[in-house]
Each structure stands twice: as C-alpha cells, then as structure tokens.
C-alpha cells in the first residue's frame, strides 16, 4: 500500500523515491498527425493567434487574440484584439470554421471579394468582446501609439520594442446563437493586475469541499482557478456565486496544505510555496473519462514549440485523509466535478506529449486542447437533471469525419490541439495562422506493481524542467452573471434543481473559457 504522509517535508520524500523507483505512466502515445492550419473560408487573408474553444448551445465557440484581414497585397482591411468563430460542422469537421461580423469592402484585382472580420470596428474599440468606456477613450486618444488589449491570457512573442503591462482579469459571458457568438463584459476588472491572473490557465467546476459540507449535493459550487506566474501555477478557489468578488477568494499554501485569504505574491520563487512550479505560458486541465482522472497539457516558456502532459495520480495522496486515499474519492475513483482532488493528490512527472514543427518565427505558442471533441462525456453527468435517463446525458461525437464513435473505442481516447504558428516572419509584418493536431492514445498499459504509486511529483514540490436523442446541457442563460452577482448561495441552492444545473452547465464552460487579461501597450 501507498503511504499516507501528514507533513509536506515527508511528502516530498516520498515523491522522490517513488519517482527514482518506478517509471510506470498510465499515458502512452500512440500516433499523433497533423491536420494542417484551421480553415476560414469566409475570410481568406487573415491572420490570428490564440484559438481557445468550449461548447456552448451544441456549437464549438473559437475565441481568438488579435486578429488582422489583409487584401491579395497585404494591404490591412481590418485589425481587432480578439474575435470568434463557430466550428462549421463539429459533428464532422474539426479542421474549418465559420467568423461572423464579416463585411465586404470591395474587391481584388481579379474581382474577387475583399472581406474582413469586424471591418467597421476600429482597434480601438476591441472587437468581439468590447471594451469599457475608459479603455474606449484611452484608445481612441492614443489612435494607435498606445493600445489597451483584451486577449484571453498572455501568451503572445513579446516584441521587445514594446512594453506590456498586465491591468488585470476581466469577466464576460458568452451566449451561442445561430447568428453567431456573443460576449458581454461583466463590468471592469476582477483581479487587479497586481495579483496572479487566477483563471489565466484555466478554471475546473467542482463540487463543494468535502470539508466544508456534508456528503448530500446541495447544488452549490466551487471554481479552482490556476494562474500562470514566471515561477509555475498558482491555485485559488471561489464559490461560483463570488466569482466577481476577489475578496472571497481563497488561495492554495502548498507548503502547508490548506486554503488562506491571503493570495501569494506574484514574485514567489521558492518552490514549497507554488501549486505547480515550473514554467508554462498555455495550456489546461480537463477531466479525461478515458484515463478517469484530470489530465494538464500545455505548453512551457522555453520556446520550443513542444506540447507536455501531466496526469493527476490517484494512487498517491498527499495526506492521511479519509476521504481522498488511494484509488481516488473513499477509493473508488473520481467524476468530472471532483475538482477537489487537485489539492487532494500528486500530479505526475511530466511527459512529451508533442513536438509541433516551428512556423517562420522559429517557434510556436498558445498551445491549447481541445477537450469536447471526440468525447460525449464533457459534461459532468450531475449537472443533467435528475430525471435525465442515464443513456441521455451525454452530448454529441463531435469530429466524426476524422474519427467515428465506434472507431475510437472511448471517450477521450483521441484529442484536439491546436497552436498558434507563423506563416509569415516577422514581428510587426507576421502572418499567424492556428495549427491543428490529432493525437491518439494508445490502450493504458497495466501497473507491473499495481500496489505502487506512478512515478509523480507533488503539486506542492515539483522542480522546473528545462528544455525539455441526447439531452443539451449547454443551454445559454443569458443573464447568469446577473443572477449570480444579485444571489446568494443560499437562494441558488433552493432554487429547482434544472436551474441550478443550467446555471453549473454554463459556469463549466466559462470556467474554462471567460476569464481574460486586459494589457496596455506601448
């Protein structure tokens, strides 16, 4: 049997020696092929970075940083900080998608249509997600020397001849329409830019604290947010309903393995005191049914292009608790909502995941993947309503035109990811264009020593590594954030519970996906 340790110091002892005893990793790759640059045939010259995506409304939601549309010679039709797009026919494709606010302005030589994304909207006014009436001023007065930018985390090449300064996390709300996304701001920023972008990375929907409250679901929920830091990634967690309260987060001290009102400094170098020390500049974390545990990809700050993965090892717990021991939550594994498990057990040693081929900039960033395809099981199945037969609550297959339901076996067995390359060189003349990749996993091997934990470095002391017919639960509520900010967690959870489900199906796709970063360049 594994052992259970009580204090930090010999936590890490033991990660140690596990490591240095067994190399046994359930994650084995199989093939990986490329799938070539995202298409966007309502738009032909357009050059953009970024590429995030979620389910919403049964529609695979592309969030996208700064975006450019050129003519046949180069000549700028448009250029906006961010814009969106739907996946064409996600059942099916995963490689082409549809850009909305498309205008026409005029035609090519050969006569051919000049289209541009957001053509009638200015830098200064944003683009798919706006800006607030100061950041508006702001832009429209420096008329282009000075930006205020929204992306969805900063993770673009920094060109050296300018100056980014971060002013904080932002909140939106997303709805998914026939006629195309939609972004509302939910006021000004809710993490000051003094503070860790918690959200940046990603955000996980979980149940309650099993300290907190008693075995019954009451409905109520927690986010776990992870922010990126230049020392590795740093947790708070928040109840859904004071998402846009900062003062009720609560924040994860490693070294001493508890929750703390007060947030860690964004400088913090020492190990013992970050989640998951390291280095990282995308990525996120996601429930994989197929590996039945959570599982981290992203990509690191070393510029090598390279995708790495992590998996959350059950078979190591980081204390003597009696509900998360061996084996997962009182030993019978873990469910998409037991976000809890990540202060609960050790994450694994990195793994290569893989290695994309470097664009004309000579490296490639804003690696993400892209969980809901080739996976019905994205939704975690409490948030369906109670009388929800079992054999509906899953969503659709989508990417069936690569591979089938029946061809791949399982959910999540196959997975989505995308980068952002560059077609063209160049700083400011660059040309940028989202890359795609299909990865499969191979069967999972079995554990030589099954009573053995994986090889893992805790989350609390793992050292940098250089170099290297279906029910929907996606429904929009399209007033959400109203009800949560004017709500408490009281009233949400007297409420019936097919609101309450409604309200956690929508927060499960903004936690991973609404949190973004405001930036002033210079």
């Not at 966007?40 to 939601?61: E, F, H, K, M, Q």
């Not at 195309?180 to 940046?200: K, M, Y």
Request: aromatic share 12%; proline share 7%; charged share 20%.
């Amino acid at each position: 049997m594994p052992c259970r340790l009580n204090t930090p110091a010999l936590a890490a002892l033991h990660i140690l020696l596990t490591s240095i005893a067994c190399a046994y990793t359930p994650i084995v790759i199989k093939k990986v092929t490329s799938l070539g640059p995202q298409l966007t045939p309502d738009v032909i010259d357009v050059s953009r970075d970024g590429g995030y995506s979620a389910l919403i409304n049964g529609n695979s939601v592309w969030h996208y940083d700064d975006t450019e549309c050129v003519d046949a010679e180069g000549s700028q039709l448009s250029f906006v900080s961010n814009t969106a797009a739907y996946a064409t026919q996600p059942t099916k494709n995963v490689t082409t998608v549809t850009d909305f606010g498309v205008v026409s302005v005029g035609k090519e030589k050969d006569g051919s249509p000049k289209n541009a994304i957001l053509a009638d909207t200015t830098v200064g006014t944003g683009g798919w997600v706006p800006f607030q009436p100061d950041e508006l001023e702001f832009n429209q007065q420096m008329n282009g020397k000075e930006r205020v930018a929204i992306f969805y985390v900063d993770m673009k090449p920094q060109d050296p001849s300018k100056e980014y300064q971060g002013r904080g996390m932002i909140l939106i709300t997303i709805t998914a329409p026939p006629s195309g996304p939609v972004a509302t701001r939910q006021g000004d920023l809710i993490i000051p830019g003094t503070e860790v972008g918690f959200g940046g990375f990603t955000t996980l929907l979980g149940r309650r604290s099993t300290d907190s409250n008693s075995d019954k679901d009451d409905g109520d929920r927690d986010l776990y947010l992870l922010g990126v830091t230049n020392s590795g990634l740093q947790l708070a967690r928040v109840g859904i309903n004071d998402l846009n309260d900062f003062s009720k987060f609560t924040f994860w001290e490693p070294d001493n393995l508890k929750f703390t009102k007060t947030p860690p400094k964004r400088g913090l170098i020492e190990n013992q005191q970050i989640y998951m020390p390291g280095t990282f500049s995308s990525g996120s974390v996601f429930f994989s049914p197929y590996f039945n545990t959570f599982i981290m990809v992203y990509f690191n700050k070393m510029v090598d292009s390279t995708f790495y993965i992590r998996y959350l090892d059950l078979k190591s717990p980081l204390t003597d608790d009696k509900v998360w021991i061996s084996g997962g939550k009182h030993g019978k594994d873990i469910e998409a909502e037991d976000a809890e498990a990540l202060v609960r057990y050790s994450w694994s040693a990195q793994q290569k995941l893989y290695a994309s081929s470097p664009g004309k900039g000579g490296f490639n960033y804003a690696g993400s993947p892209h969980p809901e395809f080739f996976n019905r099981q994205y939704f975690p199945q409490s948030l369906y309503p109670d009388d929800t037969p079992t054999k509906q609550r899953f969503n659709d297959w989508y990417g069936s035109s690569l591979v089938s339901e029946d061809e791949a076996g399982s959910d999540g067995k196959y997975l989505l990811l995308s980068w952002t390359s560059q077609k063209v060189g160049g700083m400011d003349k660059g040309i940028y264009e989202i890359q795609l990749a299909l990865v499969e996993f191979d069967d999972i091997p079995a554990n030589p020593d099954a009573t053995a934990p994986a090889p893992t470095t805790s989350s609390s002391k793992t050292f940098p590594t250089k170099a290297t017919e279906t029910m929907n639960p996606h429904d929009a509520v399209s007033s959400i954030f109203h009800k949560i900010k004017t709500g408490s967690a009281s009233t949400l959870s007297t409420r019936p519970m097919f609101q309450l489900w409604a309200y956690a199906a929508v927060l499960l796709v903004l936690g991973m996906y609404i949190i973004g970063s405001t930036f002033l360049m210079r």
